[in-house]
């Protein structure tokens, strides 16, 4: 593997966009900090348009669940939980955010 290729992943893996300023996220956290919710079952995701770099991840990603031009333009039920995370967590702005949740 080259270094660049090297040094794209080792950056992608250090990424955990379940996180909000380095601490785990909540809800109303996330609000407060302008992120808007998606509704899942099995996952919330949260977008915040003011800080999207429109890198394309996530539609790239899978375009499934993020479509630009549709509404809601995410839909976490079309994917599952740890694809969507992957996803999620290549998003370099740290415009998504997920939250999963517990099944008992
Ligand atoms: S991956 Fe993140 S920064 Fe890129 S377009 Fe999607 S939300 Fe925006």
Redesign the pocket.
């Known amino acids: 593997m080259s270094y660049k290729k090297n040094t794209i992943v080792n950056r992608r893996k250090k990424m955990d966009n379940s996180k909000l300023f380095g601490e785990a996220a909540n809800e109303e956290q996330l609000l407060k900090n302008n992120y808007r919710k998606y509704r899942g079952e099995n996952m919330d995701i949260y977008?915040n348009v003011a800080i999207?770099?429109?890198?394309?991840?996530?539609?790239r990603g899978n375009p499934l669940v993020?479509e630009v031009g549709r509404k809601p333009w995410i839909i976490p039920d079309n994917g599952d939980v740890a694809s969507n995370q992957s996803v999620i967590n290549?998003?370099?702005?740290g415009?998504?955010k997920y939250l999963a949740k517990e099944k008992n």
């Open positions: 977008y999207c770099e429109h890198a394309g991840e996530c539609v993020f290549r998003c370099p702005s415009a998504l």
